[in-house]
T-cell receptor
Framework: GEDVEQSLFLSVREGDSSVINCTYT??????LYWYKQEPGAGLQLLTY?????DMKQDQRLTVLLNKKDKHLSLRIADTQTGDSAIYFC???????????FGKGTRLSVIA | GAVVSQHPSWVICKSGTSVKIECRSL??????MFWYRQFPKQSLMLMAT?????????EQGVEKDKFLINHASLTLSTLTVTSAHPEDSSFYIC??????????????FGPGTRLTVL
C-alpha cells in the first residue's frame, strides 16, 4: 500500500541549512514532490524529482532521492524566516493519478 | 507557470444549505482535476478525481451524493457540498495536472476554499 512518512517538526536558526526527510513505501512511484504550505494558503509546488534521478538542485533547494531505501530529502540552504511553513512530501505513481501526501513537516526558523 | 484558481476563497453558510466551489485552470487545459480536503493541522486527503466529460471517481468513504463534482470543461471543475453540516467545515483544495503545459506530470494546486458551516 501507499504510505508517506515525515517527521512533524523541525526547528533551525536563520542562515543554517534545513533538511526535511521523507520515506515512502511504494517503490513503483514515478514522481516525488515537495510542496510548501503557508498558514491559510494552498500548496505551492517547490520542486519534483523523477524516480530515475538521484539528485536535483534548484537555487537554494536540493532534493536527494535514495530509491533503495525509499528515502527522499529536501535541503534548504541559508534558511530564512520566510521559509517557515509546512512542507509536504508526496508521491505519485503516474500521470493523471492523485498524489499521496505525507502529514507534513512544520519548519520553524528562529531569527 | 501554471495557475489554478478557486472561488470563493472562504464561505460561511448555515447548516442545511448547499455550497458550490469552483476550480479553474487559468492558463492551461486540465483533463483531470482532483479535490482534496484538509482538516486543521492535518495532511491533504483525496476526495475524488474529476475527469472532463465523465463522472468523478470518489475515494472510499466519500459520499458522492453529498459532494457533487462536475467537470464541465477542460478548465473548470466544481464541487458542491449539499446539505452542509458543521462536520463538513474544512479546507477544500483542488488541483490540476499540467501535462499539456510542461510535458511532465506536475500537479498544481489552487489556493483553497475554507468552508465554515454554522
Amino acid at each position: 500500500g501507499e504510505d508517506v512518512e515525515q517527521s512533524l517538526f523541525l526547528s533551525v536558526r536563520e542562515g543554517d541549512s534545513s533538511v526535511i526527510n521523507c520515506t515512502y513505501t511504494d517503490s513503483s512511484s514515478t514522481y516525488l514532490y515537495w510542496y510548501k504550505q503557508e498558514p491559510g494558503a494552498g500548496l505551492q509546488l517547490l520542486t519534483y524529482i523523477f524516480s530515475n534521478m538521484d539528485m536535483k538542485q534548484d537555487q537554494r533547494l536540493t532534493v536527494l532521492l535514495n530509491k533503495k531505501d525509499k528515502h527522499l530529502s529536501l535541503r534548504i540552504a541559508d534558511t530564512q524566516t520566510g521559509d517557515s511553513a509546512i512542507y509536504f512530501c508526496a508521491e505519485r505513481f503516474s500521470g493523471n493519478t492523485p498524489l499521496v501526501f505525507g502529514k507534513g513537516t512544520r519548519l520553524s526558523v528562529i531569527a | 507557470g501554471a495557475v489554478v484558481s478557486q472561488h470563493p476563497s472562504w464561505v460561511i453558510c448555515k447548516s442545511g444549505t448547499s455550497v458550490k466551489i469552483e476550480c479553474r485552470s487559468l492558463d492551461f487545459q486540465a483533463t483531470t482535476m482532483f479535490w482534496y480536503r484538509q482538516f486543521p493541522k492535518q495532511s491533504l486527503m483525496l476526495m475524488a478525481t474529476s475527469n472532463e466529460g465523465s463522472k468523478a471517481t470518489y475515494e472510499q468513504g466519500v459520499e458522492k451524493d453529498k459532494f457533487l463534482i462536475n467537470h464541465a470543461s477542460l478548465t473548470l471543475s466544481t464541487l458542491t457540498v449539499t446539505s452542509a453540516h458543521p462536520e463538513d467545515s474544512s479546507f477544500y483544495i483542488c488541483s490540476a495536472d499540467s501535462l499539456q503545459l510542461e510535458g511532465t506530470d506536475t500537479q498544481y494546486f489552487g489556493p483553497g476554499t475554507r468552508l465554515t458551516v454554522l
